[in-house]
């Protein structure tokens, strides 16, 4: 079965930390995606990356930053967490390339449920 | 700037009862409209999508009805079942724009909270 696997369900941080969410796919899919989804508010895009090393921000980068040296794996990172960055985090790829497949195939993880005191 | 516009944002239908949400959007660049299910304590799931050429699809109790010339794209859940409560959401997506044609990812709306009551 393929899936999108997210290291952590629930992580407890301290303002000021830096975090390490960590995501992984066994699908040989090219492009990853982060988003964090808060009540009301729905899931907003924090980067997305659609080959190995390079990266694009999304709607809500600040804060944030991510790595993608393997086609499998694309980690966010939090450079020094914040409070308001309380949220669940939801890592998802999708197959595609040049013209193809846009948001064709999205698996997402499951989430990490983040909580910065 | 909200680009995808959902709405309701809770709902409560009966069992046996037709569920209907709305969603506009307003990036007329927007080729892709599929719908995602969530359960508590699972990430979205794909379940039905359309694209602009059509006007409806359907997929067992599930058809999406899409207005390009109102922008706005429905889903409707016929027969509701208690299995069926879920939040739902909305998304829609366009053409790549990145360096070397990389996908782009997708707008949701805010979500909507279905219950279905036996």
């Known amino acids: 079965d393929v899936k999108v696997t997210q290291s952590s369900r629930y992580l407890v941080k301290r303002t000021g930390e830096k975090v390490f969410l960590e995501c992984v796919q066994d699908?040989?899919?090219?492009?990853m995606f982060w988003y964090r989804q808060d009540p009301g508010l729905g899931l907003r895009l924090i980067y997305f990356?659609?080959?190995?090393?390079?990266?694009e921000k999304g709607d809500i980068p600040e804060g944030y930053s991510v790595s993608r040296e393997k086609k499998e794996r694309f980690s966010l990172i939090l450079e020094s967490a914040s409070t308001n960055q309380t949220s669940m985090y939801l890592c998802a790829s999708s197959s595609g390339g040049t013209g193809g497949a846009l948001g064709y195939g999205y698996t997402f993880g499951s989430g990490t449920r983040l909580t910065v005191v | 700037q909200q680009q995808v516009k959902q709405s309701p944002q809770s709902l409560i239908v009966q069992k046996g009862g037709i569920s209907i949400i709305n969603c506009a959007y307003e990036?007329?660049?927007?080729?892709?409209f599929p719908w995602y299910q969530q359960f508590p304590g699972k990430g979205p799931a794909l379940l039905i999508a359309?694209?602009?050429?059509?006007s409806e699809k359907k997929e067992g109790r599930f058809t999406i009805s899409f207005n390009k010339s109102a922008k706005q794209f429905s889903l409707h859940i016929m027969d509701s079942q208690p299995g069926d409560s879920a939040t739902y959401f909305c998304a829609a997506s366009s053409a790549p724009r990145g360096s070397g044609g990389g996908a782009d990812g997708l707008t949701f709306g805010k979500g909507t909270h279905l219950i279905i009551q036996p």
């Open positions: 990356s659609y080959d190995v090393k390079m990266k």
């Open positions: 359309i694209r602009p050429d059509v």
């Open positions: 699908m040989d899919h090219e492009n």
């Open positions: 990036n007329t660049a927007f080729d892709y």
